[in-house]
Protein backbone atom coordinates (compact mmCIF):
# COMPACT_ATOMS: atom_id res chain seq x y z
CA UNK A 1 0.00 0.00 0.00
CA UNK A 2 0.99 3.62 -0.44
CA UNK A 3 1.79 5.70 2.70
CA UNK A 4 2.19 9.49 1.89
CA UNK A 5 3.04 11.16 5.94
CA UNK A 6 3.24 15.48 6.00
CA UNK A 7 4.92 17.16 8.27
CA UNK A 8 6.39 20.66 8.70
CA UNK A 9 2.70 22.56 9.88
CA UNK A 10 3.16 24.89 13.26
CA UNK A 11 1.85 28.26 14.63
CA UNK A 12 3.20 31.35 12.24
CA UNK A 13 3.08 34.89 12.66
CA UNK A 14 1.69 36.79 9.48
CA UNK A 15 4.19 37.65 7.15
CA UNK A 16 5.98 34.23 8.18
CA UNK A 17 7.39 31.01 6.78
CA UNK A 18 6.98 27.21 6.56
CA UNK A 19 8.23 24.48 4.32
CA UNK A 20 5.57 21.41 4.77
CA UNK A 21 6.97 18.04 3.21
CA UNK A 22 5.37 14.85 1.76
CA UNK A 23 7.31 11.69 2.59
CA UNK A 24 6.24 8.90 -0.12
CA UNK A 25 6.77 5.21 0.87
CA UNK A 26 5.32 1.75 0.19
CA UNK A 27 4.05 0.96 -3.64
CA UNK A 28 4.56 4.43 -4.71
CA UNK A 29 6.54 4.97 -8.11
CA UNK A 30 7.04 8.49 -8.97
CA UNK A 31 6.57 12.26 -7.27
CA UNK A 32 5.11 13.73 -10.83
CA UNK A 33 1.34 14.35 -10.46
CA UNK A 34 1.75 14.59 -6.60
CA UNK A 35 0.41 18.13 -4.84
CA UNK A 36 -0.76 20.03 -1.99
CA UNK A 37 -4.66 20.47 -1.00
CA UNK A 38 -6.08 22.29 2.35
CA UNK A 39 -9.11 22.78 4.26
CA UNK A 40 -10.33 24.90 6.57
CA UNK A 41 -13.40 24.28 8.69
CA UNK A 42 -16.55 24.81 6.94
CA UNK A 43 -14.73 24.75 4.19
CA UNK A 44 -13.96 22.29 1.10
CA UNK A 45 -10.87 20.78 0.44
CA UNK A 46 -9.27 23.02 -2.36
CA UNK A 47 -6.21 22.74 -4.51
CA UNK A 48 -2.81 24.75 -3.08
CA UNK A 49 -0.35 23.14 -6.06
CA UNK A 50 0.77 20.65 -8.08
CA UNK A 51 3.06 19.63 -10.93
CA UNK A 52 1.99 19.17 -14.13
CA UNK A 53 3.08 16.43 -16.25
CA UNK A 54 5.58 18.44 -18.12
CA UNK A 55 7.51 19.36 -15.17
CA UNK A 56 5.73 23.10 -14.08
CA UNK A 57 3.29 23.53 -11.47
CA UNK A 58 -0.18 25.07 -11.22
CA UNK A 59 -0.91 27.26 -7.95
CA UNK A 60 -4.22 28.50 -6.80
CA UNK A 61 -4.42 32.05 -6.85
CA UNK A 62 -4.61 32.93 -3.46
CA UNK A 63 -1.00 31.62 -3.34
CA UNK A 64 0.57 32.23 -6.11
CA UNK A 65 3.99 34.22 -5.77
CA UNK A 66 4.05 33.22 -2.13
CA UNK A 67 4.10 29.19 -1.84
CA UNK A 68 6.59 26.98 -4.22
CA UNK A 69 6.17 23.31 -4.45
CA UNK A 70 9.14 21.17 -4.88
CA UNK A 71 10.58 17.80 -4.74
CA UNK A 72 13.12 15.44 -4.51
CA UNK A 73 12.29 12.00 -6.26
CA UNK A 74 15.60 10.52 -4.72
CA UNK A 75 13.81 10.73 -1.13
CA UNK A 76 10.25 10.47 -2.67
CA UNK A 77 9.06 13.65 -1.09
CA UNK A 78 7.35 17.18 -1.83
CA UNK A 79 8.09 20.09 -0.29
CA UNK A 80 5.75 23.32 0.01
CA UNK A 81 7.66 25.97 1.09
CA UNK A 82 5.33 29.07 1.60
CA UNK A 83 6.73 32.69 2.26
CA UNK A 84 4.57 35.38 3.44
CA UNK A 85 1.53 34.03 5.41
CA UNK A 86 -1.55 35.12 5.82
CA UNK A 87 -3.77 34.37 8.35
CA UNK A 88 -6.61 32.99 5.25
CA UNK A 89 -3.97 30.55 4.68
CA UNK A 90 -4.92 28.43 8.34
CA UNK A 91 -5.74 25.31 7.20
CA UNK A 92 -4.62 21.70 7.25
CA UNK A 93 -3.19 20.96 4.30
CA UNK A 94 -2.74 17.20 2.57
CA UNK A 95 -0.22 15.66 0.31
CA UNK A 96 -2.24 14.00 -2.29
CA UNK A 97 -0.80 11.45 -5.23
CA UNK A 98 -3.31 10.65 -8.28
CA UNK A 99 -2.72 7.53 -9.89
CA UNK A 100 -4.43 6.15 -12.29
CA UNK A 101 -7.69 8.84 -11.79
CA UNK A 102 -7.37 7.07 -7.65
CA UNK A 103 -6.37 9.79 -5.02
CA UNK A 104 -4.58 9.12 -2.35
CA UNK A 105 -4.10 11.36 0.94
CA UNK A 106 -1.98 11.67 3.99
CA UNK A 107 -3.46 12.71 7.34
CA UNK A 108 -2.75 16.12 6.72
CA UNK A 109 -0.30 18.54 8.91
CA UNK A 110 -2.02 21.74 10.55
CA UNK A 111 -0.73 25.39 9.77
CA UNK A 112 -2.02 28.00 11.59
CA UNK A 113 -1.15 31.63 11.02
CA UNK A 114 -1.75 34.25 14.09
CA UNK A 115 -0.19 36.94 15.76
Known amino acids: QVQLVESGGGLVQPGGSLRLSCAAS????????MGWYRQAPGKQRELVAR???????NYADSVKGRFTISGDNAKSTVYLRMNSLKPEDTAVYYC?????????WGQGTQVTVSS
Open 51 to 57: FTAGGSA
Open 96 to 104: NWNFYGNDY
Open 26 to 33: GSFFSISG
